[in-house]
């Protein structure tokens, strides 16, 4: 079975799909997109990211280009046809194509691409031997909410982490608080014991992996608190992790030069992982 891409109402062979090169997003990053991993047969998430991607083509003032219903049936149509049992499959939508020009287009239709990729998400090492983080400082822009398709900085960042042997980058503010990570949320348990994440201003993604731990964690009845923390508290911390529709719940176990807690995954953050887990469970299949 060979591997189908989506474009602009097709499905074609992964290797013939391709966009036109006026095409907004490719000129401009005038686009959106989500990631939703498979895992089991069970997407993960699937109306959270479809919220969230309304949310940012509203922001953005650009149409949907199928309707939402219609985007849900494609979406399980293309992990299907791919076989996709472990996985991802990534949407982007952009304003479409018009001549080169910064203004919006009068009347372009948007575009949707959708591709899936196989992923053993759980074979990975970090979820037992936790990563590495490095930070950076945070160059992005003020409207870090929308999940647009403008991703340099997060490119430059996560390149630097890939170059320090690390397996992200914490992104922190001129004056000394950690926003997130390049493509995931950062998290800390204090000394204290307090579980930490920065509220979803407009300084951050709100992951959607973020909100469904934040209601695991009610759901448990571990306290949790959206604040701002600094990377000196960071360094402190009991514990860290981030998280992702990709990550899930990665335990961070060494931040720059200095071990987090023991230099092993948290207590805090395997039990939160394996409560995410045992809530993919209760999801439906493709
Ligand atoms: N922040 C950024 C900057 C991201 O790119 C991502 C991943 N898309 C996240 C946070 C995590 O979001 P989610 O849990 O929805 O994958």
Redesign the pocket.
């Known amino acids: 079975m060979p591997r189908l891409a989506y474009a602009n109402g097709r499905f074609l062979p992964h290797a013939q799909a391709a966009v036109h090169v006026e095409d907004r997003g490719y000129q401009f990053g005038d686009g959106v997109?989500?990631?939703v991993?498979v895992l089991n047969k069970r997407p993960i998430?699937m109306d959270?990211?479809l919220d969230?991607l309304d949310r940012s083509l509203r922001e953005l003032r650009i149409d949907w280009p199928v309707t939402r219903s219609v985007l849900n049936v494609l979406m399980r149509q293309i992990l299907r046809r791919n076989g996709i049992r472990n996985g991802i499959v990534y949407i982007q939508v952009t304003r479409g194509v018009a001549p080169r020009d910064h203004k919006f287009p009068k009347n372009a239709a948007p575009s949707l691409v959708m591709t899936t990729s196989k992923v053993n998400h759980l074979g990975a090492s970090r979820f037992r031997d936790g990563a590495k983080v490095v930070t950076i400082p945070d160059i992005r822009w003020t409207r870090?909410d929308i999940?647009s398709t403008s991703?340099l900085p997060?490119c430059l960042g996560k390149q630097t982490a890939a170059e320090a042997g690390a397996y992200e980058a914490w992104q922190v503010t001129d004056d000394g608080f950690i926003t997130?990570?390049?493509?995931?949320?950062a998290w800390i348990v204090t000394d204290k014991g307090e579980l930490v994440t920065r509220a979803p201003t407009s300084e951050?993604?709100?992951?959607?992996?973020?909100?469904?731990i934040l209601k695991i964690a009610e759901e448990e009845g571990i306290d949790f608190v959206e604040r701002p923390f600094c990377k000196s508290e960071a360094l402190l911390a009991r514990e860290a992790f981030t998280?992702?529709?990709?990550?899930f719940v990665t335990p961070v176990v060494q931040i720059d030069n200095t071990k987090i807690g023991d230099g092993s995954p948290g207590r805090l953050s395997k039990a939160l992982m394996k409560h995410y887990e045992n809530y993919i469970d209760t999801l439906s299949e493709l």
Do not use: M, P, Q
């Open positions: 997109y989500e990631v991993s998430d959270g990211h969230r870090c999940k991703l997060n997130e990570g390049t493509s995931s949320n951050i993604l709100n992951g959607i992996t973020r909100i469904s998280t992702s529709a990709t990550s």
